[in-house]
């Protein structure tokens, strides 16, 4: 079994500076990990994914995470917040059967102060 | 576009009644899902369909149920059993083994 836990269930931060949201997952296996966005009454948006390629893994908007498998961490960095980054932000990891299901962090909202 | 569409976007249950949630997707995606999002929790998965006529609980089943009688349809029926139904819930399907698409979710209120 599988679980996700993320550090901060709130995170602010100042307009242009940086981005950390933190997670640490639990697998028996080498995961697959992801970070999703999510904007208020909204679906979810892939930001990026660890799929045991490269540790660092560049995303969308300007995010990126880092695999470490000695921490058991994928944490979630932008060097630069912007106003549109606010939203919450969910850890999820995947389990390797057919079904592919996905396990989801509690969430963390980002609050970016102008 | 392909995608997926959830409707109603906003839907209002009066208790002791059923409600079906529609999910229909256009990307030729064989599995489909079902999430329920409460707040400051993450998705929990409800139910998950890898082909049609074939679907396995998730979960939290009870007080569910669903059908998958073509490959773009899975709907979802909260049933009267379902103690605590108000949620947001959320249709996925997916591609390959990590190509997911969310849907814009349902909010569903028991009034």
């Known amino acids: 079994a599988q679980s996700v836990t993320q550090l901060d269930s709130h995170v602010s931060v100042s307009e242009g500076t940086p981005v950390l949201l933190r997670c640490n997952y639990s697998s028996s296996y080498s995961p697959s990990l992801f970070w999703y966005v999510q904007h208020p009454n909204k679906g979810l948006q892939l930001l990026l994914k660890?799929?045991?390629?490269?540790?660092l893994v560049k995303g969308i908007n300007g995010f990126e995470a880092e695999f470490k498998k000695s921490e058991t961490s994928f944490h979630l960095t932008k060097p630069s917040a912007h106003m549109s980054d606010a939203a919450e932000y969910f850890c999820v990891v995947s389990d390797i059967g057919s079904a592919r299901q996905l396990t989801f962090g509690s969430g963390t909202q980002l609050t970016v102060l102008p | 576009d392909g995608g997926i569409t959830q409707s109603p976007k906003y839907l209002f249950r009066k208790e002791g009644q059923n409600v079906t949630l529609s999910c229909e997707q256009n990307l030729n995606h064989d599995a489909m899902y079902w999430y329920r999002q409460d707040p400051g929790q993450g998705l929990r998965l409800i139910y998950y369909s890898q082909i049609v006529n074939d679907f396995q609980k998730g979960d939290i089943a009870e007080g569910y149920s669903v059908s998958r009688e073509k490959k773009e349809s899975f709907p979802l029926t909260v049933t009267s059993a379902q103690k605590n139904p108000t949620a947001f819930y959320l249709c996925a399907s997916r591609s390959g083994n990590y190509g997911y698409t969310f849907g814009s979710g349902t909010r569903l209120t028991v009034v």
């Open positions: 660890y799929t045991s390629a490269a540790t």
